[in-house]
Structures are given as structure tokens and as C-alpha cells.
């Protein structure tokens, strides 16, 4: 009966999830091909009644819509929901990050799926895991300075080594090329020969040795391996969504990121627009706040318009509004002004907060139309 | 008639030329007065620039005041000065440009200049900000060793806040500047983002300066018969004080020096007269030491000229009070006091149809009378005793009369902060004694409100258009579903549902009187036929106001139970409602109540707006009949709880606290595994938080066992009327865990580490990281009020901080998105540029309002509506 339906609906002007909804509510009840027709047909009407009207002011509606519930919102961080052990940032701070398009969030993390071979596997999860998550000195040694000799001692923990899938050979030829310093091997430890003795080159050796990552991509400070359904999925704290979809055994169109930026850097804007989209709704939805996704989507869609990832904001979408008037009324009036007086900028008087400061009728909604009356001359009647 | 438009503003810079084109008069000596209280002449109130006081005449134009809008002066300035506001692009040019007297032109050969401004051109043609071209540009010509025109060498000149700029160490004076900028090309200036029509660079460094009308600095006079003069007006004397000294050391032939000395305080003069916050020097002072408002910053800010009077202005026409309820007026109905009612106005526009009608507002002596007539020559005549019957006469068709408000007339009402539409709404007015607006509770939602002491504005629209607008589109039933999730955001709060809640529950039975009791205040006019033996019950007399609906649906007061068993639940918890009539199920806030409301939603989707308002009117009258049939109060007895309760609930505590002290001591011998990616410390802090945790709910769940479902407090919680379990548990049981920043609280004394001088240094008992054991009806012991205090500043905090951060997000979303306009082939466009952001509005143009909570047609009520009709 499905294909019955579909093919009623197939001259109907509905997008495609709600014929599939219809169709799924009619399987559901069974109904004949008449039923099918009237139901259709109301849906129809309905539809058309429903459209939004022509003249209305969606922009404002939609910032209304998202600003309105903002009031109501926490400013704390909680726990993911689901994975207690990662902090991530909610509420309001998170959407003002969202909006802000802020390069580095304050809570970045990913959500990596893995290909069904590694997937099933907790011990294949986990080497992935130990092969993303950042290993710095620290973790698996002990560093030491020398002070009598100059010279930085390092001493690896084996457990701690072959915890995280490494050996010494690999650890030692790690230090040597980052440090560009031979290193000697003395009865199990790594000795580190200053050459210049002063005392300040040794503390900064000290220092670059224990930011040193030996393995693992340094952004992704931490992964917890979690069984989800039928599968392992890995979070991480921390982000690098490049380098993590290029490793063996993720599944990279699985693969999520939090930090929209990247998103938009290697995937697109497309993929930007909606990554601002589900970021936006999760934010809301967690907060229990009902907000409609179309006005998510329209000021994704504006941050996204022209290829662009700009924000709301200054130095994004209201900072490069056309309008002399309104940008001087946003904010940073005086440089505006006095820019717009230097480049001969010429106002055109289009928008809203242009047309409210001298003081003409908005071109929006009921001042969007014009009424022109014919009138009757035939005499009286 | 099409009203004018103004096509459009253009931004330049002012010539010296236009200064003095402009200019009435050349303002030349820093008096303002005489000593008869008369302007001076060639002074900085000099007749010329326009008129203040009321009854002179403008010299210029002969309009009185509030006729002429001013005339502008000039000074000549004795020696050139930098404009602050162009400071820095003059830093650049000179930096950009050949230092060669001879040269002047931009350091870059003629075709590499052409790349960019053609790369410039092509940038404005698409409306895309150009600002980094620019930027490469001056970039690219700062580091030229010589010029590829003339090939002089090239220095430096550094630039130093605000005003001055060196080159080899060697100061160069705002004459030497505008010499170098005369010399700049036109054809240059385009590459560096200037517009050689609209500015020359030398006129950045001020010659003569204009001097604003003196409607724009007008002088008060104090009730000493002072004059106060204008910040502006004190700024400018000083500035000519000092432009005379120059000029009179100049010609005394005085030493370079002293001259130096004074060009440096002209300057700084008309640096801060243009703006008084810029860095790097001392701003002006009044002789009270408060800053003195100059230019930028009348311009600049929330109360500043865009901001404050631009964009948001003051209105006449409207009213301020306090609010209060009134469950007896309609949603769309305001109750006005009558003070306010008798100074508010609507205009009649007198015709030949409507005179006589004007006449008899004219002539009345009490409420809705004419408060003044406007004549025809736009002169406005107060309707006095004296001269009523007069002006009765005289009335003719073209005069406006502005008559009282009355009865029936739209206002508009709006309650701060005004965060969506639905914060100002069009009311039907509604005169009523005593000194508040009444509104009907149902209505608080949209506009936040309550009545702890909330004032809200009314305003009357003044024209027929507006009126119109208000009545069809502003109207509260227009506002019942929120564009923002498309369901109900106007329903029943508070006593609403607990009255419906109690009328609905059960089989209760009321006889005929009791019923035309409860029914008195509604629009029904049958009585249907009693079904339980000549007795009605609560649900039948709730299907009164119920127009035809068939619906079902789980009430708020539903368990979950793991099987629905439908419409025999056992709790009464299952609506049915079958044509109009509520078959099974109590109603409460899912059915009626705002935000959640689906009778609500169902009504409005099948019966439109008016159906929906009349429903909701009922209801609410229903309600609070029903509630005072029954009575319904609240007191503290009303969380008492049995002793055994008492007893048990301590024992829940008294064991959850002993295994906390377990977990600290496997702590303390390094037992506690961590869990996962969590420290040790983090562990058991995330254990304790459970264990104290579970426990408050355990407490909860024995109170809320022996308090009963018949208990006041708790049928407003679960009804969802007020209040929740979890309040109840507060007052009845215990508080539990205060917090900070989710953690229990640490804080205190931190260098012996503990939180309270009571405890001993590294305690992590409960009792010292703020658990409270007792309940609110208990009371807290000190130690136990001091941790709930801590707690409860952060929840004051949070709040403080969230309505600034969010105010602010929400006017750069409004400043972001206020352009965009669905057209007529459904696109969304931004208005200004034109760009597309949609190819339909939302992928499938449905408008969120109409929507069927976020669904664009609910698929379901249709086949219902179609299978049942057959």
C-alpha cells in the first residue's frame, strides 16, 4: 500500500519526511485508497493554510524565539549526558559560544565511532584509544633534574610503557628528535646532557620534556572507551577532528566534533550550518527549553549565507550590515560614522533600524504592502 | 497619498569650503552674555545660530522656538589641528604616501595600484566588506624605502596617541601633516578605501571649525536665575579662549616655545570637544570634576543619540501601574482605573458623519468626555467648562476631537523585558475603579508576569491604521500559540488547575443549586441533563465549556506505569475525552495549563482563536468557582508529618551518613578504586553526592507516602499547579546537599582546609561540606544556615550574570536578524544587501506558529477527523 500512497502524494507540493510521515500514518491504520485520497487531501489544505505569510518578519521572530528562552537557562557546566566522566559546557555559555563561532571552545570533545572490525572488540577499541589520547613524559616516567652534573634524568615506568603500546627504543629516538639532543642510555634511564651549564637552559629543558607528547594527538587530552548498543564508542576530551578522521579503524562519517570551527574548516560550510544547527537544538533540548528548528536553521543559515562562518555579532553578520545607520546603532557608533564619512558610503535606507531612526515605515510585515484604492466614480448606485 | 521616502543618506567629510558656506557667523569671542542676560553678538549664543527662548525670533530665519531648527557657526582656528576621530588613517597615509613636498603620491606603481583598487571595486559591487585590501595595502606601502615616483628616500613616521606623530624624532606639526596630505592624489585615494568625492585627506586636519546651533547646546536656567550652560557651549569657549591667546601671541611675535605650548592646548581642546574618553590624555573636566559630555559621547552608547533617542524613544499616549488579577475579564480585556482613563485619549476625526457624535463627547461633564479639541490649523484647545458648549459650536468637520478612553478601546499593553511578541499585546479596554490594571491571570505567561509588585505600560494606538493593526494582528487570542514551538503559551496557571483538578477527580456529585452556583459566571446558557440521578458531577459540569472534541491523552498526574491500562487507570489519570465530553481523567496542567495545555491546542487547531479565547475565559472562571466550592488552602501543618514517618525518615539519614563515612575511611586507606578517567578525590566526592543524595530522595518519597494524596500542597505539585515533590521534600523531610558549582561546598578556611571554624582541618564528613539534615519547617541549625546561605548566593549570582549575558546575546541575535523578510516566492532575504539565506523558508515554508508543535500538519487529528466522519 506504501507505493499506493506515495503515488497519490506525488503531485502534492509537500516535502518529502512529511509524505513520509502521512504514508507511515496510513500504513499504520490500514486505510484504502479513498481514505487515502481524503486524508491526503486535508493534509493538503492544511498545508497551504499553514505557510508562512509572505512579509513576515522570520528573522526577528527567530532571534526572539532563541533569545527569549535564554533568560531561563543555567550558567553551569555539567557532566555530558550519558558520559559522567567529561565536563562539557551547557546552558547559556554554550550557546553564546555556538553563536560567537568561537575558534577554541572551552569544552571541545568528540564522539568517535569505529569501523565494525574495531568496533565490537574492546581491546581493538582500546589501542585506538591509547593511539589517540595524548601520552606526555610524565605519564609514563619520572624526569629528573641534575643539578650537580646539568643534565635531565629520565626514568621510564615499563608498566606505564606497555600500558600505552610503546618501548624505550621509541621513546628515546621521541626525545632525541624533538630535543635535537643525543641522549645517552645509562643503566635504564635516559640521561640528558645540558650543554651549555646554565641553569636556565636546564630548566627549559626540563620544561619542553614535560610538554613533550610522545604519543597520541595532544589535543585529545583524555578518551573513555564506552559500550554503546552493540559497539565501542570512544569520547574524548579535547579535539582534533583532522587527525582523528585520518586514523586507521575510526569511522570518519561517524565521526563528531563539538568544536563547530573545525567542522567548518576541514568538512565545509555545509557541514558547519549543520553542525551550528545540532549544536544549537542539543544545547537547547538539554536545557528542556522547546525552540522549533527552523529558527535554528535560519540563523545558521545567516551565519553561513556566503560561504562564510561569521558570527553574530560585531565582527560577524551585524558588523557588516550595508547600512551605515545601523551598524552606527549596534555598536561603535563614532568609528562607523567616521569610516562611512571617509569612504563616501551611502545609505540606502532598506532595513529596519535605518528606517526607525528617520523615521519612516519598515519595509516589513503590514509595511511591506501598499494599499491602492480604485475609486468608484459610476455615479451613485 | 504615498507618504514621501528619503532615498538615502551619503556620508562625507566637510570642506573647510562648506564650513564656511554653511556658517552665519563667525563666532569670535568666548562671552556668551551680557549682563543684561542678552546674547552677545559674534559670541557662542550669538542670535544668528537660533533661538531657544520661547517668544524671540531666530535673526536668521525668524522661526520661533521650536520652528527654527538652528543655524550653524564657525571658528577660525589660528593654527591647524588634527581631527582625533582621523588620527589614525592620517598615521597611515603619511606612512602610506611620499614625504617629497614635490610628491605626495602613494608609494606603489601606478599598475600595482590599479590591481588593488580594481580588487576594491569588486568587492563594493558585491556588497562584501573590503576593510582587508585596505589593510594589505597600507601594509604593503609602509615598508617602501623610496619612492617609485620621485625616488626620494622615505622615513618613518611614527604615530603617537592621540595627536602626534614624528619622523626622525623630529615632531611634525599639524601644518606640516596638512601640507603632506594636500599633497595626496585623487586617483590615489581610492586604494587606500577613501572616497575622493567625499573627502580631500588634508581636511582631516581641521582649519575652521563649526560651531552647532545652540539648539543642540541649549543653556538651562537654574532656579537661582543662573545660567547653566551646555558641555558643549563650556567646551567651545575654551576652545576660542585659547585660538585668541594664540592668535595674539602669534602677532606679538612671542617665542616658538609659548606658541608650541598653546598649539599643543589647542589641540588638546578640540581633541576632547570631538570626543572626551580618548586614551593617552586627561579627559576635560566641569569645574565639579564630573567629565564633561562631548560630542562622541552624546553620540555613543545605550542612552547616547542612536540608542537612546534614534532607535527607542519616548511616547506620549501612555500609562504606567501596578497589575493585578481579575479573573472575571476576558484574556483580551484590560481593566483600566479610572484616573488613568480620564487622562489617556483617543482621537476622533471629525467628519460629517461622525459630528454629532464629537459633539456629545464635547459636551459631557464626566467620563468618556472630550479632553481637548485640535482646530483645523493644528492648535490644540483644552476642553474646559467655560468654553465647551463654545467649542460644541465651532466644531467642524477636519477637527480632531481627543475624547477619554472608554470601554472597547484598543490599547496596547507590554510588561519589560519585552523578549518576544508576545510581550506587547492588544487588550479591549475595560474602565474599573481603584488604581491598578487588572489583567486576567491566564495571560501572565506570555508576559512573565505576577503580581508581587510587576508594573506594566499601556499605550493607545492614535491612528485608524494602528487601531486596525492592533485589534487583527496584535490581539491576545492572536497570541495564543508562541511562534516559538507552536503550542499554547496562554492557559491556565496557578488555581486554575488545582480548581479544575479538585472539580474533576473522581465521581464528585453536585446538585442542581450547587451546580448553578459554579456555572453562574459562565457563557452556558443550557443545563444538559444530570447523569447520576439528578445530580451532576465535576466532569460533566467541565464538559459544559468543552466545544466538540475527541481526544485522549495521558494527564501530568500520570505514574508511568509500566502497562497503560488506558481509560480504566486506576488513578483517574487517563483523559478521555469523547464530543465535547470528558469521559474519564482528571484535568490538569497537561490539559489546560500553558506551555502544555492540549485542550487548549486541540480547541485552537480545530475552532480558531475566538473558540479557543471564549474556552479559556470559561476555564478560568470555571476554576476559580470550583476552587472556592471547595476551598483550598495551605498551611504548615500541611507538611507535618506521622512521628514514625519522622523516625524513619532519620534512619535513612542516619544510615546514608554512616556509609559516607565508610567511603571516607576506604579513602583515607587508599581502598576507593577510582572510577574511570576520575581521580580518587573526584570519586569519592561523586560517591558521596550519591549516597546523601539517594538518601533526600528516600526521605521524600516516606514524607510524601504519609502526606497523602488528599493533601493540599501536594495535589498543587502533582497537578502541576504549583511547587514540586522535591519542594515538599525541603519542607517536610530535609534539605539535603548545598552546592557550589556542583561540588559540595570546600570553601572557608582554606589554609587550615576546612569550611567552618566548627570542624576539624581536612573533615569531609557531610556535616562539614554542607549537608543539611534538617527540613525547612524543622529549621536549620547554624552551621546548617550558614552552608544553605552559601548555596543559595550562588543560584542570586547566577541569576545576575544571566540576564546581562543573555540580554546581550539577544540583541545581537535581533541586530543580526532583523533584515530578514520571507518574499513573496517564499525565499528568505536580507533586506539591506539582498542576499539569499533561504530557498524556502525552513525547507518546507511552514510558518513555526501554525505549525503543529514543530510538525507542519498533524497528520494524525486528520485521518481521526476523516475515519470518524465516515
Redesign the interface.
Known sequence: MREKYMEIMHDYPFPEYLKKSIADELERIQADEETARKVIERCHEAYLRNLVEPGEAAGIVAAQSIGEPGTQMTMRTFHYAGVAEINVTLGLPRLIEILDVRKNPSTPMMTIKLLPEYAKDREKAREIANRLEATYITDIAEIVTDLRYMRVIVRPDEKALERKSLDREKLKKKIEKSLKIEVEEQNGEFVIQIEEPSYKKLMDTFDRLRRLVVSGIKEIRRVIIRREGDEYVLYTEGSNFKRVMKEKGVDFTRTVTNNIYEIYEVLGIEAARNAVINEAISTLEEQGLEVDRRHIMLVADVMTADGELKQIGRHGIAGEKQSILARAAFEMTVNNLLDAAVKGEFDRLNGITENIIVGQPIKLGTGDVELRVKLFTGGDK | M??K?????????LSPREIRKMSVVKIITPETYDDDGFPIEFGLMDPRLGVIDPGLKCRTCGGKAGECPGHFGHIELAAPVIHV??AK?IARLLNATCSNSECGRILMKNEKRDKFIQRIEERKKL???YEDIVKEVFRVTKGVKKCPHCGADQMEVKFEKPTFYYENEHRLTPKDVRERLEKIADEDLPAF???P???RPEWMVLTVLPVPPVTVRPSIILETGQRSEDDLTHKLVDIIRINQRFMENKEAGAPQLILEDLWELLQYHVTTYL?NEVSGIPPARHRSGRPLKTL?QR???KE?R??GS??GKRVNFSARTVISPDPNLSINEVGVPQEIAEELTVPIFVTEKNIEEAREFILRDDHPRANYVIREDGRRIRVIETNREELAEKLEPGWIVERQLMDGDIVLFNRQ?S???MSIMAHYVRVLPYKTFRLNPAVCPPYNADFDGDEMNLHVPQSLEAQA?AKI?MAVQEHILS?????PIIGGIHDHISGLYLLTRGEKLFSKAEVMEIIRPLDVVKLPEPKHDGKWSGKQIFSMILPDITIEFKAEICQGCKECKGVDCENDAYVFIKNGELVTGTIDEKAVGAFKGIIIDEIIRKYGNEETRKFIDNMTKLAIKAIMYTGFTVGIDDVDIPKEAREQIEQVILEAEERAWKLIEAYKQGNLEP????SIEETLE?KIMQELGRARDMAGKIAGKYLGMDNAAVIMAVSGARGSMLNLTQMAACIGQQSV??ERIRRGYTYTNRTLSHFKPGDLGPEARGFVKSSYKDGLNPIEFFFHAVGGREGLV?TA???S??GY??R?????????????D?T?K????G????FR????????M??Y????????R??K???GS?
Open positions: 504615498i507618504p521616502r528619503i532615498a538615502g543618506i551619503r556620508f562625507e567629510v576621530g582621523y588613517l556588497g562584501q566588506d578605501g577613501m572616497d568625492h567625499a573627502v570626543d562622541a553620540l555613543k552608547g547616547g542612536f540608542r534614534l532607535s523585558p523578549l518576544h511578541r493593526e494582528l511562534p516559538r514551538f507552536g503550542g572510577m574511570p578517567g576520575r561523586m558549582r556542583g547566577d550574570v544571566r540576564t549575558q543573555s546575546l539577544q545581537r541575535l535581533i541586530n543580526a536578524l532583523q533584515d530578514l523578510k520571507v518574499d513573496y517564499g528568505v536580507e533586506q539591506t544587501s542576499l539569499l539565506i533561504q523558508y525552513g525547507q518546507d515554508g511552514v510558518d513555526p501554525k505549525s508543535r514543530g510538525k507542519p500538519v498533524d497528520v494524525v486528520i485521518i477527523e476523516v475515519v465516515d
